[in-house]
């Protein structure tokens, strides 16, 4: 099981997708979320974050790039780098520090810091589709791989 897919008719699919790979996830992960504006991203950050035991607001990181969460069991890291112009930034910012064993990495627009952002476990990819979406795993790595089997059983 490299691959998953299935559909979500409305926003609470989103977020029971999330909480459901909250279970399956561990920390070292790296998951690049791809999919239009719109798509479900952050829906799905949100569902895994409260998963993990955020209980706050989950505020989409448009403009500071990073929204970072230490939860219970381990930090959790949440980029949107639809913003990001300057490579330089990445460097600058230390953002190659977050991607460590001790915590999960969760990257909406990920091709923005194309050789700079680290490669992913697993890629996630949602898509609208009439009034829903779907959703598409691939597992890139065999850390990946083995949280696909845990979410499919
Ligand atoms: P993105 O981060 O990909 O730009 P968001 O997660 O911000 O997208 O979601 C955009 C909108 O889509 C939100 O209003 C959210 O409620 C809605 N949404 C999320 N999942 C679904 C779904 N499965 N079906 C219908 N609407 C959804
Ligand atoms: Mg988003």
């Given at each position: 099981t490299s691959v998953q897919s299935g559909g979500l008719p409305d926003e609470s699919a989103?977020?029971?997708l999330g909480a459901a790979f909250a279970a399956?996830?561990?920390?070292?992960?790296?998951?690049?979320?791809?999919?239009?504006?719109?798509a479900?991203?952050?829906?799905?950050?949100?569902?895994?974050?409260?998963?993990?035991?955020?209980?706050?607001?989950?505020?989409?990181?448009t403009y500071t790039l990073v929204e970072s969460y230490a939860l219970p069991e381990y930090s959790v890291h949440h980029f949107d780098l639809y913003r990001f112009a300057d490579p330089e930034e990445w460097n600058d910012a230390g953002f190659?520090?977050?991607f460590g064993q001790d915590s999960l990495c969760l990257v909406e627009w990920p091709d923005k810091a194309?050789?700079?952002?680290?490669?992913?476990?697993?890629?996630?990819?949602?898509?609208?589709?009439?009034d829903g979406r779907t959703?598409?795993?691939?597992?890139?790595?065999?850390?990946g791989q083995s949280c696909l089997i845990r979410l499919s059983t």
């Open positions: 989103t977020l029971a399956a996830a561990e920390p070292g992960l790296t998951v690049h979320l791809l999919g239009d504006l719109g479900g991203k952050t829906t799905f950050t949100r569902g895994l974050l409260a998963a993990l035991g955020h209980r706050g607001k989950v505020k989409s990181p190659s520090e977050y194309r050789g700079l952002a680290p490669a992913p476990d697993i890629v996630l990819e949602l898509a609208v589709a009439g959703y598409h795993f691939q597992a890139l790595s065999q850390t």
